[in-house]
C-alpha cells in the first residue's frame, strides 16, 4: 500500500508576477472582480460558467486543492492511500470541518421543520461525488468522475447508486474504487463536482438545492452573502471556517459587465481588482498590470447540422478546401485543442493532428458535385462572428471569391456577443468562426461537445462512428487517441481550427496572492492582499 500524507505550507507563495506583499498588515481588504456572466446556482455538483466554478472552489473545500503551481495539496482531506494497482483510494477527512448556514438558510430549514447540518463528513463526500454521477443532476463535469466503478453504467440509468465503488463510515473515512489507474484523479476531487453536499439538507430544499442563498449551505473559506439581481454577487470571509485555508480579504464582490473592452483599463485604474480579458480587450491594459497568459480559446469554422444541405460532405469539404490557410499565420491553429489543455494531468503537446490544408481545384470538384446533390445552381451562405473575429471571417470569404468558380455567394454578418450566442443555441446560422473552448481543462471535454448525445452539442452533429472514437479516448486518453479524434472531426469538415487564441488573468499592480490554475474557473482568492 502507497502511504502518501498532504502537506499544507502555512504560507502559500503568490504567483511570481503577482508577489508585490510589503511588510504592512495587507489583509482583511475588499476585492473586486469583473466577469461575463452571474451565477444561476451555488450548487457545486452542477455548476457549469465560470463564475459558478470560481465561486463554489472559494466556498466549499473540496478534498483537494491545486497550489499557484498546479501540484495538489490536500484540502479537506488529512491524508490519503493509494492501494489494489493504483484503483483504492481511501481518505482521511480533517476533523472539526464545519458548515456555514447563511441565516436566510437557518431560517429556512426552522420553517420545514429540518435544522442546518454541523459538522462536515464523510459521507457529505460521497454524497456529493454520487450527485454528480446520477443521470438526473445532470452535472456538465461528470467525465471527471466516469472512471469510478460502475460510474457510467449509473450514468446511463443501467445500474443502481448503491453499485458504485464509493462508501464511506459515516464519520472522517471515505473510499473510492476505480475502474483503472487514473493519476489525474485527484484532479477530479479538486473540482466543484466532488465538493460536500449534506444529504439531509439537499432532500430538505426539495429540489431548489443552490438556487437561492437560504437553499444553500457551505464549507469553504468564503460564503455567499449578497446578490444584486443582474448586477454583481458578494462572498464574505467566513469566520467560522474551521479548515487550513482561511481568506485574507473580508469580501470579494464579481460585478457583471456586458462589455469587457473598458474592463483593462478599468483595473489599470484601481476600479476592479482582477479579471480574465480576451486579447482584444487587453490592449487597454496599462503595464503596471499584472498578468498571465491562458492560450485556450481555437477559433475554428463550424457548420449548422440542423441545415440539412450541411449533411453533404462535398459541400462541407468544398468550402474548406477553398480557404487559403496560408493568410492565417498568427497563432496558427495545428489542432482543435490550444496548448493550455491537458490530457490525464499533464500538458498535451497535441502532435500527430492531421491539418487541413487548401485545394483549390479540389474545391471545385467538391463544390459542383455539392449542387448537383442539392439540386441548385447557387450556393448562398452566410458566415456569423464577433467583432474580434471579423478579419478571419472575410478572409474566407475573399478565398472562396478568389479560387472557387461555382456560384457562391459568400456575406459575413457581425454581431454582438449575445446576439452572437443567441444564434448558436438557437441554430439560427449557416457558419459561424466559433471560440472553441471548455469549463474545463481536459481536453476530452473540449472535443465531448460533437459527439451524438452532448447537451453541449451546439451544431446538431451527430456520428456514430464520432461516437466510438470519443468513448475510445475517454477510455484510453492518450495523444494518440487525442490526435485521431481532433483528425477525424477536422478530415470531416465538421470543425476546422484556424487560430488559437489566449485569456488574460489581468490583476491590478496593488494586489498579490490571487492566483488560478488550469483554465478560467479555477481561480482562488484565499490568499489575496492589496496595498
Request: net charge negative.
Amino acid at each position: 500500500m502507497k502511504r502518501i500524507l498532504c502537506v499544507i505550507s502555512a504560507l502559500v507563495l503568490c504567483l511570481t508576477s503577482f508577489c508585490a506583499c510589503g511588510k504592512k498588515d495587507t489583509s482583511g481588504r475588499n476585492f473586486a472582480a469583473a466577469v461575463s456572466s452571474l451565477p444561476k446556482t451555488f450548487d457545486p455538483q452542477i455548476a457549469s460558467e465560470n463564475v459558478e466554478k470560481t465561486i463554489a472552489l472559494n466556498c466549499f473545500d473540496t478534498l483537494f486543492r491545486p497550489d499557484e503551481n498546479g501540484e495538489m495539496q490536500c484540502l479537506a482531506a488529512e491524508s490519503y492511500t493509494v492501494s489494489g494497482g493504483g484503483l483504492v483510494y481511501t481518505i482521511k477527512i480533517r476533523d472539526g470541518l464545519k458548515y456555514f448556514a447563511p441565516a436566510k438558510a437557518k431560517k429556512y430549514a426552522e420553517e420545514k421543520g429540518g435544522s442546518v447540518p454541523q459538522n462536515v463528513t464523510a459521507d457529505d463526500f460521497a454524497f456529493g461525488i454520487i450527485r454528480g454521477i446520477l443521470p438526473e443532476t445532470k452535472a456538465g463535469d461528470f467525465e471527471l468522475l466516469s472512471n469510478i466503478k460502475n460510474a457510467k453504467a449509473v450514468h446511463n440509468g443501467e445500474a443502481e447508486a448503491s453499485s458504485l465503488g464509493i462508501s464511506s463510515d459515516g464519520g472522517r473515512t471515505l473510499v473510492i474504487t476505480l475502474e483503472k489507474p487514473d493519476k489525474n484523479f485527484l484532479f477530479a476531487l479538486s473540482q466543484p463536482i466532488s465538493a460536500p453536499c449534506n444529504e439531509q439538507f439537499f432532500n430538505l430544499t426539495a429540489g431548489r438545492y443552490g438556487l437561492e442563498q437560504k437553499y444553500t449551505v457551505f464549507c469553504g473559506a468564503f460564503y455567499v452573502s449578497g446578490v444584486s439581481a443582474e448586477k454583481s454577487v458578494t462572498v464574505t470571509k467566513n469566520s467560522e471556517y474551521a479548515g487550513v485555508k482561511p481568506a485574507v480579504p473580508n469580501a470579494v464582490t464579481f460585478y457583471l459587465n456586458s462589455d469587457f473592452s473598458q474592463v483593462a483599463s478599468k483595473i489599470n485604474k484601481g476600479s476592479f481588482d482582477c479579471a480574465f480579458v480576451d486579447s482584444a480587450s487587453r490592449s487597454a491594459a496599462g503595464k503596471s498590470v499584472s498578468e498571465k497568459v491562458l492560450t485556450n480559446i481555437t477559433y475554428s469554422l463550424v457548420f449548422n447540422f440542423a441545415q440539412e444541405r450541411f449533411s453533404s460532405l462535398n459541400l462541407r469539404k468544398g468550402l474548406v478546401s477553398a480557404i487559403d490557410f496560408s493568410v492565417f499565420t498568427e497563432n496558427a491553429a495545428d489542432g482543435i485543442a490550444a496548448p493550455d489543455y491537458i490530457l490525464s494531468g499533464e500538458k498535451i503537446s497535441n502532435n500527430g493532428v492531421s491539418r487541413v490544408k487548401s485545394d483549390v481545384s479540389g474545391a471545385r470538384r467538391y463544390l459542383t458535385d455539392a449542387l448537383s446533390e442539392l439540386e441548385v445552381s447557387t450556393l448562398d451562405i452566410k458566415i456569423i462572428c464577433t467583432k474580434n473575429t471579423e478579419q478571419t471571417a472575410k478572409e474566407i470569404i475573399n478565398s472562396w471569391q478568389k479560387n472557387v468558380g461555382v456560384e457562391l455567394n459568400g456575406v459575413v454578418s457581425v454581431l454582438e456577443q449575445k446576439d452572437f450566442n443567441s444564434a448558436i443555441a438557437k441554430k439560427e446560422f449557416d457558419i459561424a468562426v466559433y471560440p472553441v473552448f471548455s469549463s474545463s481543462p481536459d481536453a476530452k471535454s473540449l472535443l465531448e461537445p460533437f459527439t451524438s448525445a452532448s447537451t453541449g452539442n451546439f451544431t446538431g452533429y451527430a456520428s456514430e462512428e464520432y461516437d466510438r472514437i470519443f468513448s475510445a479516448l475517454t477510455e484510453s486518453p492518450t495523444q494518440e487517441n487525442l490526435a485521431y479524434a481532433q483528425s477525424f472531426l477536422i478530415e470531416n469538415a465538421i470543425v476546422i481550427p484556424i487560430r488559437f487564441d489566449s485569456q488574460y488573468f489581468l490583476c491590478s499592480k496593488d494586489v498579490s496572492g490571487i492566483y488560478f490554475v488550469y483554465d478560467a474557473s479555477n481561480i482562488y482568492f484565499c490568499e489575496g492582499r492589496k496595498k
